[in-house]
């Protein structure tokens, strides 16, 4: 007789869904928190769904899921319950490998019902009409990265990258003269940017960014890029891909603000000019702050330096002060940074700036570094054909 597998962090709450779960089947719960219940190894045939009632927000729960998952091999179903319902979860859930997710203030409502779309298909039609309806949808699939594409398979791509550009020069002009830089103009670059990605690939978009002389311009735009179809990627909601791809070309927006001496030297900064450099965070911040844009919009560009450990700037923040979205745009700034071309510096090849991701360790959000993988795998050697 197949039973299920429901994972959790808080026994009590995994032995209330399991009592709902009767009419179904029996259901066997495993804390995960408990280390006399890792021994805890069903055979895989007998399990016919694996239920997790964990949090993401921190990590030994998410080990001792994992370690329960990959034991199950070629698993069941997966049913993932979101309690934290944010970008990062939906990453998290989908590399963990979840069919399914439910929020998990729905589950006591929804999750007979999931679970019967899930796990018998045949049965939906006995299923109450109205559970029916409001089953949830399967998790989106990563949207496929497709292989290294040429330049001129990109061209109908350089058209919105054009107009694009044409937002950003008027938004960065508008910062340099201390003119107001309203939120509709960061709305029409990013519906350009968004459009362009679902039309097409992270490839396309870089082959044609790497042509860019202007290093600010091209920064801005290739950042937006990769965040535009990271959001593509993980299949977040379309107005969390909007605030996403507006925050990462917002970013650096108080560049507009640092001399041009040193913002387009030629070689590297000296320590004078990296201090001068390093305000642009908190100077974009204070552009911004009095001109109704959401304060995670405004945390991306404060903050997009700062290091989950506590070592960036300019506020020196600990992980829990870090929000996702921040998070996000970090890892797409940096990664970013090192494929770009500079006068100084040859561009690294996707992978190899993606090892350096990886080896800053407690610096970055490692789910979600994991997640952006396939974007930097994408990448390829494209910023080193294009200066060749």
Known sequence: MQNFLLLTDTP??????????????????????????????????????????????TSPPIAGLRRHLDRLGGRPPFLCLLHEDTPRSQAQAQALGATRT???????????????????????????????????????????????????????????????????TRIFDLGRSGGAIEPHLITAGADLI????????????????????????????????????????????????????QAALLHDVGKSRIPIAILNKPGRLDADEMTVMREHPVLGHRMLRDQGYPEAMLAVVRSHHEMLDGS???????????????????????????????????????????????????????????????IADATGNGALEASA
């Open 312 to 374: 960036g700037y300019p506020d020196r923040l600990q992980a829990c002060e870090i929000p996702d979205l921040v998070r996000l745009v970090t890892i797409c700034d940096i990664f970013g940074a090192l494929i770009e071309r500079r006068p100084y510096k040859r561009p690294m090849a996707g992978p190899q700036a993606f090892a350096i991701l990886e080896g800053m360790g407690g610096k970055l959000d490692q789910d979600l570094l994991r997640a952006f993988r396939p």
């Open 194 to 245: 968004e459009g362009a990605l679902r039309n097409s690939d992270v490839r396309a978009w870089l082959d044609v960014v790497w042509r860019f002389d202007d290093a600010t311009h091209q920064h801005c735009l290739l950042v937006a890029g990769l965040a535009a179809g990271f959001a593509k990627h993980l299949g977040l909601r379309r107005a969390d891909c909007q605030q996403l791809t």
């Open 12 to 57: 009590a709450r995994g032995q209330r869904l399991a009592r709902g779960l009767s009419p179904l089947g029996l259901t066997l719960v495993v804390d995960l928190l408990d280390p006399g219940q890792d021994r805890v190894r069903p055979d895989p045939a007998t399990v016919r769904a694996v239920i997790s009632d964990i949090s993401f927000a």
């Open 102 to 168: 439910l929020r998990a203030d729905q589950a006591e409502r929804l999750l007979i019902s999931t679970l019967s779309h899930l796990t018998a298909p045949a049965e939906a039609g006995m299923i109450p009409a109205a559970e029916a309806e409001a089953a949830p949808t399967p998790l989106p699939k990563p949207a496929p990265v497709a292989a290294p594409r040429t330049v001129t398979a990109a061209v109908p791509v350089a058209q919105e990258i054009a107009r694009a550009d044409v937002a950003l």
